[in-house]
Structure formats: C-alpha cells, structure tokens
C-alpha cells in the first residue's frame, strides 16, 4: 500500500515503533570521525527521527553491524552448569537499508539458517527485527549490484524513498499500514527506486571448468605484495559471516567465564590456525583467491544466488585501493582464456 508522509508523520512513525518495543537503526552521519583528518563517515546507529537517516550517501559500514553483533555473549559457565545469555535486542529493531543489503540478508540466512543446523542465535535476533528498503535513485562510487542482480530487494516491510520534502513509502506490513492510515495520505502504488546501470561493471564465469588451474594462475600474485592482511574489506562486507570463539575467564582456574563470538575474517593473519602450529593460507594472495571464489562461485554451486552483492564498500574502504571488482573480472578473464563461459 502506497503513502506519503511529511517530516512530521515519519517522526510519528518512528513513535510508534518505539512504543511497539523497536529500536529504529540506520546509516547516520558522524561528523568529523572519519578515516581521514577532519572527513565524516556513514555508520548504523540508533535514530529516533527521519532527519538523522542518510539517504543521499551510501554507508561506509554495512547494516550487518547493526544486525549482528561484533562481539556476542554466547552462554556463561560457572563449573558444570551453563546460563544462556539474554538477546543484544529484546525489543527488536527496524533496520533501514539498501536494496543490495536486503538482498545480502538473505546470504546470512544462507550461511545461519540452512547451512546445516539453524543457528539459534541469529534466528533469534532474525525474528524480531523488521526491513525498511531504502531506494536508490542513483549508483552510487564502486557500485556494481546490477551485474550481481542485486539492484532490486527480494521482499521487504517497508520501502522509502525522498520526494522532496516529503517521503513515498510502499508499506506491505498490515500493522504499519493501519499506522499509516491514521497519519499519512494514501498514494497511488509505490515502486521502490532502484539503478539500472552502474558506471563499474562486473562479468562472471558461469562456471570454473578447472579449479586447480585457476587457483595457480598469476593473477593473485600481486596480492601477496599489496594487500596488507588488514580485514577491512570482509568487515565492512554485509554478507560475511565469518566469527571466532573465544572464552573470556572470571577466575584463575578458568571454571568460571562466558564464552564469546566475535566476528573475525580470512583476510586477517591466524584465521586458519590450527591446532599442532599449522596454518592455511599463509599468503594473501591465496587469502584474496580463497575470498574471491567464494563470493562469486562457491556460494552460488550451494545456494543458487552470489555471496557478493556488488555493494562496492571494499573497494572504497581499501587501504590499498584494491579494487574488488577488477578481480572479478581478472577471474573471469581467466577462466574464459581456459575455455568457460559467461554467466
């Protein structure tokens, strides 16, 4: 059901949903807090009005560490028992996002939800936040999600986009829809905005006729040098699922603690520790290959669907100015010299 709303009956809205028992989390400016000596930067954090949400920039942190928590209390022991830690949210959240990000909520079930047995976790933090699909009315620097098919959300409550002062909404919440009635003017059908092109362009083999092959090819030699093993690309990426364990003790014996998960990367040093001194993927080269092939093929032969959504925000957080889509396309290239096809 279509809407519009006035400054005034979003922050109405927004009053509603927190008296519902939701916290309402979205891209926000922080002024002066950037990488870079006097820059601002675009992160999720809590709002309570519509003039704190940035709609014009893209953020340069994914919703996901609004979503899922960077570090998590598991369960606590104490001896042989254990407590099971509250939820991080009990509320539930309304969570503001890009259609690209809608469609990396999805990899996350992928990787929670089906990947063997249902992480309990996340499924209770996925219960209880709702989607609010902010439209694009332009790609934004390093965007490639038209080449990922990732430019349109799959589903989602509710979509808003700017028109001038006021704001278009598809509602698809009954609840909301009733909220709506009694403050904002019904609109003709809404369609969320959405790009259709992006300057950067992405192909994709649709197969890999030799593996073996391609993971000794060249290509990734020059990451052994460039890339530095910093993780930033895999943090800020909304469909990384990647965490290590740790337990964090209360007492000398070591009886009496909480056990924790945090998220980690394989793009950072000791990710493939093992036990016995072993390590896997020593150089960053093979880290960036192993990262690459997962993104675009590993993902798709078990799921159906990429693990990258081409939202660009690797590239642009790269200390190195490693550009994530120029080695897609190097792998395409690759293997199309090796005789595959295009996806």
């Given at each position: 059901?279509?809407?519009?709303?006035?400054?005034?009956?979003?922050?109405?809205?927004?009053?509603?949903?927190?008296?519902?028992?939701?916290?309402?989390?979205?891209?926000?400016?922080?002024?002066?807090?950037?990488?870079?000596?006097?820059?601002?930067?675009?992160?999720?954090?809590?709002?309570?009005?519509?003039?704190?949400?940035?709609?014009?920039?893209?953020?340069?942190?994914?919703?996901?560490?609004?979503?899922t928590p960077v570090r998590q209390t598991l369960f606590y022991f104490a001896g042989e028992s254990t407590a099971?830690?509250?939820?991080?949210?009990?509320?539930?959240?309304?969570?503001?996002?890009?259609?690209?990000?809608?469609?990396?909520?999805?990899?996350?079930?992928?990787?929670?939800?089906?990947?063997?047995?249902?992480?309990?976790?996340?499924?209770?933090?996925?219960?209880h936040c709702r989607f609010v699909v902010m439209g694009c009315d332009h790609s934004f620097e390093d965007c490639?999600?038209?080449?990922?098919?990732?430019?349109?959300?799959?589903?989602?409550?509710?979509?808003?986009?700017?028109?001038?002062?006021?704001?278009?909404?598809?509602?698809?919440?009954?609840?909301?829809?009733?909220?709506?009635?009694?403050?904002?003017?019904?609109?003709?059908?809404?369609?969320?905005?959405?790009?259709?092109?992006?300057?950067?362009?992405?192909?994709?083999?649709?197969?890999?006729?030799?593996?073996?092959?391609?993971?000794?090819?060249?290509?990734?030699?020059?990451?052994?040098?460039?890339?530095?093993?910093?993780?930033?690309?895999?943090?800020?990426?909304?469909?990384?699922?990647?965490?290590?364990?740790?337990?964090?003790?209360?007492?000398?014996?070591?009886?009496?603690?909480?056990?924790r998960r945090v998220q980690a990367s394989c793009m950072i040093d000791g990710y493939t520790d093992v036990a016995?001194?072993?390590?896997?993927?020593?150089?960053?080269?093979?880290?960036?290959?192993?990262?690459?092939?997962?993104?675009?093929?590993?993902?798709?032969?078990?799921?159906?669907?990429?693990?990258?959504?081409?939202?660009?925000?690797?590239?642009?957080?790269?200390?190195?100015?490693?550009?994530?889509?120029?080695?897609?396309?190097?792998?395409?290239?690759?293997?199309?010299?090796?005789?595959?096809?295009?996806?």
């Amino acid at each position: 059901m279509g809407f519009r709303a006035g400054r005034a009956q979003m922050d109405a809205l927004f009053n509603a949903w927190q008296a519902e028992g939701f916290t309402v989390v979205a891209p926000k400016l922080f002024a002066g807090t950037g990488r870079f000596s006097e820059t601002d930067i675009v992160r999720y954090d809590t709002v309570t009005s519509i003039d704190e949400v940035v709609f014009d920039r893209r953020a340069d942190y994914s919703f996901k560490e609004a979503f899922t928590p960077v570090r998590q209390t598991l369960f606590y022991f104490a001896g042989e028992s254990t407590a099971e830690a509250e939820s991080p949210r009990k509320g539930g959240a309304v969570i503001f996002l890009r259609n690209c990000d809608r469609c990396a909520l999805e990899v996350l079930d992928d990787m929670y939800l089906k990947n063997g047995e249902e992480d309990f976790y996340y499924k209770r933090l996925r219960e209880h936040c709702r989607f609010v699909v902010m439209g694009c009315d332009h790609s934004f620097e390093d965007c490639f999600c038209v080449s990922m098919g990732t430019n349109v959300a799959p589903d989602y409550d509710m979509a808003v986009d700017p028109a001038g002062d006021d704001f278009l909404l598809d509602v698809k919440d009954p609840g909301w829809q009733g909220i709506l009635a009694g403050i904002g003017a019904p609109e003709q059908p809404v369609t969320p905005q959405t790009v259709s092109e992006n300057a950067v362009q992405v192909a994709l083999p649709e197969a890999i006729p030799d593996r073996a092959a391609l993971c000794a090819s060249d290509i990734w030699k020059e990451y052994d040098e460039r890339c530095i093993a910093c993780g930033r690309c895999t943090l800020v990426c909304p469909s990384c699922t990647c965490f290590t364990m740790q337990d964090l003790f209360y007492d000398d014996a070591g009886r009496i603690g909480e056990r924790r998960r945090v998220q980690a990367s394989c793009m950072i040093d000791g990710y493939t520790d093992v036990a016995g001194g072993g390590s896997y993927r020593q150089k960053n080269g093979a880290r960036m290959r192993f990262k690459a092939l997962h993104k675009v093929y590993d993902h798709r032969a078990r799921f159906g669907r990429n693990m990258c959504v081409g939202c660009g925000r690797c590239t642009a957080i790269c200390p190195e100015y490693i550009d994530f889509a120029v080695i897609l396309n190097k792998v395409d290239g690759e293997v199309r010299t090796r005789g595959g096809g295009q996806a």
